[in-house]
């Protein structure tokens, strides 16, 4: 079946731009999480959604940093005034977690290089 | 001190040697362990949870030691296919929600 999906793959833009990243997560699957990888690092985490609860927003480095997931599926992270540090690669997650909210494995997309001038 | 934390390495292994890799956590408070394999420029993608009774999977055993907050990932017999990043991840279920927590990983390059 189709995984997670991320678009775009790669994304180049200039300082002080924003920029809109798209996470489809895998049909059925309550839980979509953020993360951002920068070279050589490992994943920070960014902000976690599960079904209809309030997101975990506790990651987003800064008030620059939103994202939203309209109707449980699809998600959208917006950085804004982009900086040259917000360079890395961004990676969405998806798990299938349970009504009790049990950790699941997370499947993850290919991500999205984004590069600030 | 990081909350997750492992050797960079590299481990520069021969085919067919047997390595270890450790990890240890800072919260005592965490509930589900995992190590994660990543590799170059791609996504990581799950290899085994860890279990404290200590689990196999063919090749791969994981032991957790929560006296210590120690997790470690022995691989036997390795492959040249087995070259990547190994992460070490920590998730603690508080307050309705999952944390997890990556370690930064350990990188393994195995050679003929």
């Known amino acids: 079946g189709a995984g997670v999906s991320q678009s775009p793959s790669n994304k180049v833009t200039e300082k002080g731009k924003d920029v809109e990243l798209r996470c489809d997560p895998i049909?059925?699957?309550?839980?979509l999480y953020w993360y951002r990888q920068s070279l050589g690092q490992g994943l920070e985490f960014l902000i976690y959604?599960?079904?209809?609860?309030?997101?975990?927003k506790s990651g987003l480095p800064s008030d620059r940093f939103s994202a939203e997931r309209t109707g449980g599926s699809v998600s959208t992270l917006t950085i804004q005034r982009t900086q040259q540090e917000d360079s890395a690669v961004y990676l969405c997650?998806?798990?299938?977690?349970?009504?009790?909210?049990?950790?699941?494995?997370?499947?993850f997309g290919p991500g999205t290089r984004l590069t600030v001038l | 001190r990081k909350e997750v934390e492992q050797d960079p390495g590299p481990f520069n292994v021969p085919e067919g040697a047997t390595v270890a890799f450790n990890c240890t956590y800072s919260?005592?408070?965490?509930?589900?362990f995992f190590w994660y394999r990543q590799d170059c420029r791609k996504e990581p993608k799950l290899l085994m949870s860890?279990?404290?009774s200590g689990n196999e999977d063919g090749r791969f055993t994981a032991q957790l030691n929560r006296a210590s907050q120690y997790i470690s990932l022995l691989i036997r017999d390795s492959k040249l296919s087995d070259s990547a990043t190994y992460l070490c991840?920590?998730?603690?279920?508080?307050?309705?929600?999952?944390?997890?927590?990556f370690g930064a990983g350990t990188r393994l390059a195995v050679h003929p």
């Open positions: 997650a998806s798990s299938p977690e349970g009504v009790e909210r049990l950790y699941n494995e997370q499947f």
């Open positions: 049909s059925g699957h309550t839980a």
């Open positions: 959604f599960q079904g209809n609860s309030a997101p975990d």
């Open positions: 919260n005592s408070a965490s509930q589900s």
């Open positions: 860890v279990y404290s």
């Open positions: 991840v920590v998730n603690t279920f508080s307050g309705g929600y999952n944390k997890l927590i």
